[in-house]
């Protein structure tokens, strides 16, 4: 488990974390969004125990960053953005050398099977100079992972992947969930976050702007509806600007016209959008909430926060 | 400790002998007392018991010199590639990484240099005669020579190590690597010099406190400038 609390790191003059807290639960993917400069890689080494935090302090299965960063970094795996190899080196022997860091028992077996786990028998013995974007990104997977460690920390993991081996490393991260992993995931990403993380953390300016259920965040603030009816749609809008409700026109489905309006208070306001529309003699076929994506909310919450900042 | 041999034993094998440039540019270093011997300073009659303690020197050194451009590029290739990063985040000690580097690039050229010193042994008692070699350096000269060798690359290879905390590519790691290859070579030359006209030991002691002062001055620095922190912020 990691337990981020109060967390503030400075380079000099400039602020990266300003009194950061959030957790990732063993067996869920919490993913850190933010634009770039929001502090997300330096959120993801200090949880890894390979920076200090200025300010607070992060728990890792209960041990303090700050009291022993030694076995900090024996709990965590890291995957970087960039694969970050020492090419000259083969996989077994590149696999073996960090598995002896981590003081892994049988470095040979371990090496043996993270390379069947991630497809890369048949390269055991091959220079990583020459393998493909996408093997290197394996590796550095592999290699997060010689020591199986509880926590993961996947720092962009999907930069230049090609959208198959993206699709397979999500399912892959997924599949540690499974087994119980607590999976930090810092990604510019939106939609492999709305895929597979069950929480998000939007960071900007190096401090916490919105934290949540992937699913609340998506639904949050003024919820919108869509209504789909037959008939005129400047009728339609007639209607309801009569109704006091502010609407526009939304992409027809079905061959039926369709209007978005949002509504904080469902309850008054929807009751009121089918009289009216009623009333003006169209017929109402559906009414329905219209789910935000996630890019979505992370562009209002970062506009709001950037409008917050001044 | 352990760590650290195994990240020499890496630098070694992977990035030493693994890299073709760096084996030549070595084997050309340890090449240079042929070209000493061959050049026949002091010739005729041969040199006398300085001079040749001086070739001695300058066959052990030089090739040390090789070191500092290997230390250069190991530490800042790390760093342009972002190899330092898993490093990092393996559980072992900053002294390891750093000793293990030190060791990965001091081992294998403090052997260039033994052999250098001993390709001069040799060819010096074919050309000059086995006993006048032996006068002018008795073991102990010999061993003080590989003890000033290791000094110099220990001093070397702090000072570069401070720099590649500064500098952010390789070219410009090399490029002060450079640099001081070339002021340690004209030391070496004005110090061979020295050492023929003062005619005793006085420029090697000289020199070994030298090594002594700066690496206390490259420690103090090197602590300041490689704190994890600040390194990591650069990366």
């Known amino acids: 488990m990691i337990d981020v609390r109060d967390v503030s790191r400075s380079f000099g003059r400039t602020v990266a974390l300003d009194h950061v807290s959030f957790r990732v639960e063993p067996g869920e993917i919490v993913a850190l969004l933010g634009p770039n400069g929001a502090g997300k890689t330096t959120a993801s080494r200090i949880i890894a125990g390979i920076l200090a935090p200025s300010d607070g302090d992060v728990l890792v299965d209960g041990i303090s960053v700050r009291a022993d960063p030694g076995s900090i970094r024996s709990r965590c795996g890291m995957v970087t953005d960039q694969p970050s190899l020492y090419e000259r080196m083969t996989l077994r022997a590149y696999l073996a050398f960090f598995c002896h860091l981590y003081d892994v028992a049988d470095a040979a077996r371990r090496t043996e099977e993270l390379a069947k786990l991630l497809g890369l028998s048949d390269r055991l013995d091959v220079r990583l100079g020459a393998f493909s974007r996408g093997m290197k990104q394996k590796v550095a997977i592999a290699r997060g992972l010689v020591h199986d460690p509880p926590v993961l920390l996947l720092d962009e993991p999907a930069t230049a992947l090609d959208p198959e081996t993206a699709r397979s490393l999500r399912s892959f991260i997924v599949s540690l969930r499974a087994r119980h992993r607590a999976i930090l995931l810092c990604t510019h990403d939106l939609d492999e976050a709305q895929r597979i993380a069950d929480r998000v953390v939007v960071l900007y300016r190096g401090r916490v702007a919105r934290a949540g259920l992937t699913g609340d965040l998506r639904a949050d603030a003024h919820p919108r509806f869509v209504v789909s009816f037959t008939g005129d749609v400047a009728t339609a809008l007639d209607a309801l600007a009569r109704a006091g409700v502010n609407a526009e026109p939304a992409s027809a489905e079905n061959g039926y016209a369709a209007l978005r309006f949002d509504a904080d208070e469902p309850g008054t306001t929807n009751p009121a959008v089918l009289r009216a529309l009623l009333d003006g003699g169209l017929r109402v076929i559906t009414l329905a909430r219209e789910e935000r994506s996630l890019e979505d909310a992370y562009f209002a919450i970062v506009q709001e926060a950037g409008e917050s900042n001044g | 400790m352990g760590k650290a041999a195994l990240i020499a034993w890496r630098e070694i094998r992977w990035e030493i002998f693994g890299d073709r440039g760096a084996v030549i540019r070595t084997g050309f270093f340890a090449l240079l007392p042929i070209l000493f011997v061959m050049s026949g300073r002091g010739q005729p ?101 590989l003890v000033l060798a290791f000094l110099y690359l220990i001093t070397a290879g702090s000072w570069v190590l401070i720099i590649a905390a500064v500098v952010r590519t390789t070219r410009a790691g090399q490029q002060i690597a450079g640099l001081m290859i070339g002021l340690s070579a004209a030391i070496f030359a004005v110090l061979g010099i020295a050492a023929a006209r003062i005619a005793d030991g006085w420029a090697l002691v000289g020199l070994g406190l030298a090594f002594v002062v700066a690496d206390i001055v490259a420690l103090e620095v090197a602590r300041r400038v490689w704190q994890r922190g600040e390194v990591i912020g650069k990366l």
């Not at chain 2, 451009?69 to 190991?74: C, D, E, M, R, Y």
């Not at chain 2, 001091?106 to 260039?112: A, E, F, K, N, S």
């Not at chain 2, 033994?114 to 050309?127: D, E, P």
Request: charged fraction near 10%; glycine fraction near 10%; include cysteine.
């Open chain 2, 45 to 145: 009659g041969g040199p006398n018991d300085i001079s040749i303690l001086v070739l001695a020197l300058q066959s052990t050194l030089i090739p040390a010199l090789s070191g500092v451009a290997l230390i250069a590029s190991t530490f800042t290739q790390e760093k342009e590639n972002g190899t330092l990063v898993p490093l990092l985040a393996a559980p072992i000690r900053d002294i390891d990484i750093v000793v293990g580097k030190l060791l990965g690039m001091v081992g294998p050229v403090m052997l260039i240099c033994a052999s250098s010193l001993g390709l001069f042994y040799v060819l010096g008692s074919f050309l000059f005669g086995g006993a006048r070699l032996r006068d002018a350096l008795p073991p102990q000269i010999l061993f003080a020579l």
